[in-house]
């Protein structure tokens, strides 16, 4: 494909060089706020973060050097490994099949047929909704006694569940009601993708006699691919980050079975006090989502077509 | 060319698709309503009562009674209104400054503000919270609202792609005119993108009234509770799960973000359509 179809970024050439430092200095005017933010916000934020995980810190009296025994406090607690282990098994599971899934129903949903916007729309109902309502409202859902999903099972003559009781079970009841709630954006996000593919691109397919499955592969795949993979990787560092619905439906329970590493983080700061350990596991957290996405870019990157 | 009967099978299939998937997102809707009008005796029965027998209204009633809804759902909108219209303001400004011009380091800024996008919120929440605290704002919605009048990574990314397929043409003919960028970007591109912002505002919305962490960081004082903290302490007042009346509360809480959706659904897919079209 040589020709360019969607327009490429255009940004104003003056020739001469008052008129660049013009340029030079309206750009930067327009994008101080957000280096501002940066500064204040994140960049100092995050060296602090980096220097309390050094102390150990209750928000009472002042932080007190104590070296690496944060680190090395967490990497003998059994309970970090675990929120550690929920969190990558979370992930692993939640990605591939939310959005797979999300690109099947983007497809499905990208054509010409009445009441299309109605189906649009009932399937980003969910991630507009708070989790806690939504985490709730599954809460009742999975409950083992009078739960609508346990009636189903007991109408198909099978046993009760205790979805969320049961240690085995509570995790994965979690990450389904996540794929649930969160689909919706991620097919919002595809749809847009697919709808820049260039309508040309299929009229003059179907002259050259290809058919919808070639069309699907040759021009839809392709097209896609970087959208998607830019869906893939938010997804992935979304999902790390997981706290709300972990939150809101179990609160970590039964056990520790669905405690996630960010509400483990969020608990050992905001419950127990122990801020040191907290901004310990924030580093932690951080270098994670840093060596997932340089993997996620070296392995998957490089078959993502960025040519248009 | 294909006849018509494989084309009418296929059509049925895909409306079979979208009909179970639309029942799959749905159902637990329903079932919330459903027990937030049912008395007791239906909701714990077996096996279920699919309908109430009659609009039982002591759930919401009761819900009320435990936490001051209205109140905490004005506290959210009080949050959202006075943070919405700085951040589409800045984060598009940021954005034009992107996509349109020229300086020494762009490259490496906007690398920086991809990479901001990546980072978690959990490395920067304890400082941010003890500078708060510091300033005697911990308890206030000032930490909420504050920081959106810096610009949001994911906004300057979108309206950055999205400004950048405008066809330049316009703006330079202002320039000829002797307009500098700033009024180009007041007068030109804010009107001429206004789907975009409307649809960058609607998510700012939504991100505020589904907000989870940084309201429960930042808000102690169960008045300035937001309604989703509201729902969340729900249990804790009582003692024990009440799920007729808190399934009316997550009920009455979701309606004015449906309402939203109902309302301004064009924008949501017009918003996403001329991401791509060229103008």
Redesign the interface.
Known sequence: MEKTIVPMASTYKPKSSPKKRRQWLTGYLMILPNFLGFFIFMLAPIIATVGLGFTEWDLVNNPQWIGLANYKNLFGDRIFWLSFRKTIWFTLLNVPIQSFLALLIAVLLNRKLKALNLFRTLFIIPWICMSVAVGLTWTWLFNTQFGYINHVLTSLGMERIGWLTSDKLALYAVIFVNVWQYLGWHIILLLAGLQIVPQELYEAATVDGANNWMKFWKITIPMISPIFFYDLVVNMIMTLQIFDLPFAMTNGGPGNATRVFNLYLYQKGFSFLQMGEACSMGVILFGLIMVATFFVFKFLGSRVNYEM | MRGDKGETVR?SL??L??LV??V??????F??IS?AFKPDTE??????KWFPSSFYGENFKKAFQVIPIIKYMLNTVYIAVLKIGGEVF?SA??A?????????G?NL?FL??LA?M???????????F??WSYLGLSDSYVPLIL?A???A?SF?FFLRMYF??L??EM??SM?MDGA???QI?YKLILPLTKPALLTIGLWAF?GT??D??GQ??YINDPMKYT??LG??S?SNMTGETL?GP??AA?FV??LP??F???SA?KY??EG??M????G
């Open positions: 059509k895909l409306y698709f979208y998937g639309s799959l997102m749905l159902l637990p809707f079932w919330m027990t909701i714990f029965t077996v096996p279920i800045i400004l940021v034009y400054g992107f996509a349109r011009f020229d300086f020494r762009k800024f920086i503000l901001t990546m980072l978690p919120y959990e490395v920067t929440m304890i400082p941010t003890m500078m920081p009048y810096f610009g990574a300057i950048s397929t066809p330049v703006e330079e320039v500098n960028y700033f970007f939504l009234w589904n989870l962490l429960l960081i309604i989703q729902l969340a729900f799920w808190l399934m997550s809480a979701l973000v449906i939203l959706l109902m659904q949501f897919v996403i359509k991401t791509g079209i060229k």
